[in-house]
């Protein structure tokens, strides 16, 4: 069953912060995130695993929530570049291939 | 420089005829996959292989199939059964079970 993502859509100004939510109705046993730049190629950013409840760089993390079955996605001081579609994609153990979400379009402005 | 090649770009194609989309990868990696892409739908599974010579479907396989007769290529074909081939595709890899995908720059068919 396909992920939910929340909010569809954000805007920003260059330096503030954003989250990006990921909920499935299944247990997780691990959680994918990438970026989608308009007509480009989706772009691995990470992957968290069931037990490890946070993960990534200083200004991209994302954290796993294996109680409410969620994922966040946290991106602090956002820049230019940071613009774009992200996806989260869920597996619930077995196969290994994760379901994605909708997506999350996010731009920020100067 | 390692990657997937998919080809071609833009591909345009008559209602009926079927079509097949390349997809080439030289990043050793054993696993492929075919993704479909309409706008608001995220990413569905159309696909995938996970060795030579064995292929699973996805969750939307109807319409399309696929071969796996080199590590390196897993090329996939619209048919005419498929009744809504107009969108973008796109073609993944990974190395093992549970690592991150490398996606290739994706096919937009066209069906007129």
């Known amino acids: ?110 | 420089d390692g990657g997937i090649t998919q080809s071609p770009k833009y591909l345009f194609r008559k209602e009926g005829q079927n079509v097949t989309l390349s997809c080439e990868q030289n990043l050793n990696h054993d696993a492929m996959y075919w993704y479909r892409q309409d706008p608001g739908q995220g990413l569905r599974l159309i696909y995938y292989s996970q060795i030579v010579n064995d292929f699973q479907k996805g969750d939307i396989a109807e319409g399309y199939s696929v071969s796996r007769e080199k590590k390196e290529s897993f090329p996939l074909t619209v048919t005419s059964a498929q009744k809504n081939p107009t969108a973008f595709y796109l073609c993944a890899s990974s190395s093992r079970a549970l690592s991150g995908y490398t996606f290739g720059s994706g096919t937009r068919l066209t069906v007129v």
């Not at chain 1, 954003?18 to 989608?36: F, G």
């Not at chain 1, 200083?58 to 820049?79: D, G, P, R």
């Not at chain 1, 379901?99 to 100067?110: C, D, E, K, M, N």
Request: glycine share 10%.
């Open chain 1, 1 to 110: 069953q396909q992920p939910v993502q929340s909010p569809q859509a954000v805007i920003l100004r260059e330096g503030e912060d954003a989250v990006i939510n990921c909920s499935s109705s299944k247990a997780l046993y691990s959680v994918h995130w990438y970026r989608q730049k308009h007509g480009e190629a989706p772009v691995f950013l990470m992957i968290l695993l069931k037990g490890g409840e946070q993960k990534g760089h200083e200004k991209i993390s994302a954290s796993f929530n294996e109680k409410k079955q969620q994922s966040s996605l946290y991106l602090t001081a956002s820049q230019l570049s940071y613009s774009g579609t992200y996806f989260c994609g869920t597996e619930s153990g077995g196969s290994y291939i994760p379901t994605f979400g909708r997506g999350t379009s996010l731009i920020v402005h100067p």
